[in-house]
Nanobody, 119 residues
């Protein structure tokens, strides 16, 4: 059984930083971060593969965010810098068998954590 629990969300001013963490139980697999703002569809943010450590980012966060995994602690972290008001959303981590940007390809999801960036 795969369980995912996010933490690290909060309120931050524009230009600030946050680190989101996803505690992931179970075997190594690809972990992706998604976000959903009110009235918008869930969108892909970043992902890291379980075996190779290959990473992939959506263009809007590339250069501002870093996804990494700490296998000893079963954590996948998303460090987000230079945050903008448009980054405001509920952030979810999810597990899949391969790197993909499509939400339906992820079989397991966490409950989400709110990130609010004030201008």
């Amino acid at each position: 059984q795969v369980q995912l629990v996010e933490s690290g969300g909060g309120l931050v001013q524009a230009g600030g930083s946050l680190r989101l963490s996803c505690a992931a139980s179970g075997r190594p697999f690809t972990v992706g971060w998604f976000r959903q703002a009110p009235g918008k569809e869930r969108e892909f943010v970043a992902a890291i593969s379980g075996n190779t450590g290959i990473t992939y980012y959506t263009d809007s966060v590339k250069g501002r965010s870093t996804i990494s995994r700490d296998n000893a602690k079963n954590l996948v972290n998303l460090q987000m810098n230079s945050l903008k008001p448009e980054d405001t959303a509920v952030y979810y981590c999810a597990a899949a068998t391969r790197i993909t940007v499509r939400p339906p390809d992820y079989s397991y999801w966490g409950q989400g954590t709110q990130v609010t960036v004030s201008s």
